[in-house]
């Protein structure tokens, strides 16, 4: 184990508030001009209420408020993320995401189950969103450039910048959102088929118990670097390689 008189000290606490060349906040982590604030401004002034309606009033742990859940798969879409286990993953570690939803924690059946039951309401968002974007003249979202789905510019059934009408831009950003949408639903289908998980079980997830799981497996691996070291003929048999040269 390393002694820790002799190194340099972290700059930093993980317990603590960051301070001096450090943002003391997260708003101070987001660049005043990101998307991600435009599109938090403008769902700031969507009537929610009938999205609301839809909740049943029940007693119980309060559920998280459509706005955010709608908010992050809105932005998902403009960043290329395609998949609801990747937006849970973003809430989790994107400074952008973690601003959006002030921190809150979604997990990826949420998003899933929202995304069915508010498909209509959705889409009018995300035309809504993306009509206030040409009237302001953003660009990158006015010609629907959401991010790889970029689909070759002037040719693409999804250009806006050639739409002559406001109905025919409207219609594009119908048949984008029905696009990405797709490429959603594929992505959690083919997420349900395998059992892949990107965290710690739920054993090494407490600290304790994977401290203790880490040193047995660092005892383990020196134990089995001080054998080789004594007996460095299991590192190199010389009959094996022998054989092996003979079957060659």
């Given at each position: 184990?390393?002694?820790?008189?002799?190194?340099?000290?972290?700059?930093?606490?993980?317990?603590?508030?960051?301070?001096?060349?450090?943002?003391?906040?997260?708003?101070?982590?987001?660049?005043?001009?990101?998307?991600?604030?435009?599109?938090?401004?403008?769902?700031?002034?969507?009537?929610?209420?009938?999205?609301?309606?839809?909740?049943?009033?029940?007693?119980?742990?309060?559920?998280?408020?459509?706005?955010?859940?709608?908010?992050?798969?809105?932005?998902?879409?403009?960043?290329?993320?395609?998949?609801?286990?990747?937006?849970?993953?973003?809430?989790?570690?994107?400074?952008?995401?973690?601003?959006?939803?002030?921190?809150?924690h979604i997990d990826h059946?949420?998003?899933?189950?929202?995304?069915?039951?508010?498909?209509?309401?959705?889409?009018?968002?995300?035309?809504?969103?993306?009509?206030?974007?040409?009237?302001?003249?953003?660009?990158?979202?006015?010609?629907?450039?959401?991010?790889?789905?970029?689909?070759?510019?002037?040719?693409?059934?999804?250009?806006?910048?050639?739409?002559?009408t406001l109905e025919e831009?409207?219609?594009?950003?119908?048949?984008?959102?029905?696009?990405?949408?797709?490429?959603?639903?594929?992505?959690?289908?083919?997420?349900?088929?395998?059992?892949?998980?990107?965290?710690?079980?739920?054993?090494?997830?407490?600290?304790?118990?994977?401290?203790?799981?880490?040193?047995?497996?660092?005892?383990?691996?020196?134990?089995?670097?001080?054998?080789?070291?004594?007996?460095?003929?299991?590192?190199?048999?010389?009959?094996?390689?022998?054989?092996?040269?003979?079957?060659?």
């Amino acid at each position: 184990m390393a002694t820790q008189d002799y190194w340099a000290d972290s700059p930093i606490d993980r317990r603590q508030t960051p301070l001096g060349r450090w943002f003391p906040t997260l708003d101070a982590m987001i660049a005043p001009n990101d998307p991600v604030r435009f599109l938090d401004e403008v769902l700031q002034a969507v009537d929610w209420k009938d999205w609301e309606e839809k909740y049943r009033r029940q007693k119980g742990q309060p559920p998280i408020h459509p706005r955010y859940i709608a908010a992050t798969i809105l932005y998902g879409m403009y960043r290329g993320i395609r998949s609801s286990r990747k937006l849970e993953e973003a809430c989790n570690y994107r400074f952008d995401f973690i601003w959006l939803v002030e921190g809150r924690h979604i997990d990826h059946t949420t998003f899933a189950k929202f995304r069915t039951r508010f498909h209509q309401a959705l889409k009018e968002l995300f035309k809504q969103i993306g009509r206030i974007a040409m009237a302001l003249g953003l660009i990158r979202l006015g010609e629907v450039g959401f991010d790889a789905t970029r689909v070759k510019a002037n040719n693409s059934r999804f250009a806006t910048r050639t739409a002559k009408t406001l109905e025919e831009k409207l219609q594009a950003l119908d048949e984008l959102f029905e696009h990405l949408s797709t490429q959603l639903n594929a992505a959690d289908a083919e997420d349900l088929g395998t059992s892949e998980k990107t965290g710690l079980s739920d054993e090494l997830a407490a600290v304790e118990q994977r401290r203790q799981r880490v040193q047995e497996a660092l005892e383990q691996a020196r134990a089995a670097d001080e054998v080789r070291r004594r007996c460095p003929v299991w590192t190199a048999s010389p009959t094996r390689s022998a054989s092996g040269r003979s079957g060659s």
